[in-house]
């Protein structure tokens, strides 16, 4: 049952494979903001950055969160690591983000189909919605499922000079993430405020 | 911050409660104000359009604001969040996880609805939650009444907020604002 999302014509990826394929690519201290669970479990395991942010909670607003980086430092590049369970809870941010239209943000979305970390029940959406086709339709024009890993690289390439926010959907396996985030919201805030330069160390 | 150190000008105190909201953020370099709206809001929030110096939005949930200010907060741009009572008792996950743990200033500005001639029962209902959980969080809130006062309380706060690293609500009472009046 888990991954019986709508036939689509992409390949069924690993989160910490492409995780780690986003990072690698990363040279300009650009900032990734990694949605609760899983989604920022893999982002610490793949390499800790000072210009990673580590949600703890707050399930849904990796995409707000993002946003509000990319509002506040407009020349910074603002990545965002999304589940679709956290997204179908804070739908509305997808049109406040079109609106807003912060050509510095890319989203990711990361989809399984499921709530993996409580237990891997499926979503509600899981059978029938499509997550990219509801970004197009809430104006982020912007928005591709990636095929493969190769596709999901160039889109993740392609968004890095777009003149509008992007949003990539992928759809990924149930495997579960790899490491375990440090779990201290003040260390982590002030090392990622570092990372943003708005902070200098004690 | 010279700011701090200044006491409440004639003219500050002369302004309607919605001038000194907007002079006070400007004062205290808060650019960015998301909101969900609310009748009472309604002239702040035009007035914050019409002025360059503020970015200011709506958002489809008030968490969706809040975790708006607080990336904008952690890149180095200060914000605040406007809302009425029924959208503050949307937060209590995203108080608890993200603002308080992480210390984050975050600066919250609630149209007290539910209260003092309210005419719907869910209105006054829901206003009923909010302090409980505001005190349940040992978060610092003030409810505005007097004009006179208005201006130290939010200055003062803001202040407070920022170099203690803790978010603060000010609740702006109908003895304040007039409220909103049973009009249809």
Same mark, same amino acid.
């Given at each position: ?202 | 911050? @010279?700011?701090?150190?200044?006491? &409440?000008? $004639?003219?500050?105190? %002369?302004?309607?409660?919605? *001038? !000194? =909201? ?27 359009? @019409?002025?360059?110096?503020?970015? &200011?939005? $709506?958002?489809?949930? %008030?968490?969706?604001?809040? *975790? !708006? =200010? ?115």
């Amino acid at each position: 049952m888990t991954n019986e999302t709508p036939a689509r014509n992409t390949k069924v990826m690993n989160r910490f494979d492409l995780t780690s394929r986003l990072v690698a690519k990363l040279k300009n201290e650009e900032a990734v903001i990694g949605g609760i669970g899983n989604t920022n479990f893999d982002l610490w395991a793949a390499g800790h950055r000072p210009q990673n942010f580590y949600m703890l909670g707050s399930m849904g607003l990796a995409f707000p969160i993002a946003l509000g980086v990319a509002l506040a430092q407009p020349e910074r590049r603002v990545f965002a690591l999304e589940g679709d369970g956290s997204l179908l809870m804070q739908l509305g941010s997808l049109s406040t983000i079109a609106t807003l239209a912060p050509k510095n943000l890319t989203m990711v979305v990361m989809d399984n189909g499921i709530y993996q970390i409580t237990g891997a029940q499926p979503t509600p959406g899981a059978a029938v919605a499509d997550i990219v086709a509801i970004a197009v339709a809430s104006g982020l024009a912007n928005s591709a499922w990636a095929a493969d890993e190769e596709d999901f690289e160039r889109l993740i390439e392609q968004s890095m000079s777009a003149a509008g926010p992007t949003l990539i959907g992928v759809r990924i396996d149930d495997k579960p993430g790899v490491g375990t985030t440090r779990r201290d919201p003040v260390q982590i805030r002030e090392r990622f405020m570092h990372g943003m330069s708005v902070r200098e160390p004690l | 911050m @010279a700011a701090a150190e200044e006491k &409440t000008s $004639p003219e500050i105190s %002369e302004m309607s409660w919605h *001038g !000194i =909201v907007l002079q006070t953020l400007k004062r205290n370099d808060i650019r960015l104000v998301p909101y969900v709206p609310d009748r009472v809001l309604t002239t702040l929030i035009r007035n914050l359009h @019409a002025d360059p110096f503020f970015t &200011t939005f $709506p958002t489809a949930r %008030e968490e969706e604001a809040v *975790g !708006i =200010v607080s990336g904008a907060w952690m890149g180095g741009m200060r914000g605040a969040v406007l809302m009425q009572t029924s959208g503050f008792a949307t937060l209590a996950n995203v108080l608890a996880s993200l603002a308080i743990p992480y210390q984050i200033p975050l600066i919250m500005f609630v149209s007290e609805r539910g209260t003092l001639g309210e005419f719907n029962y869910g209105q006054s209902l829901v206003c009923r939650t909010m302090r409980p959980v505001l005190d349940s969080l040992a978060m610092e809130h003030h409810t505005a009444t007097r004009l006179d006062e208005f201006e130290f309380i939010v200055d003062r706060s803001i202040k407070q907020a920022i170099t203690t690293q803790a978010p603060v609500a000010l609740i702006l009472s109908p003895l304040l604002t007039g409220g909103k009046v049973f009009d249809k």
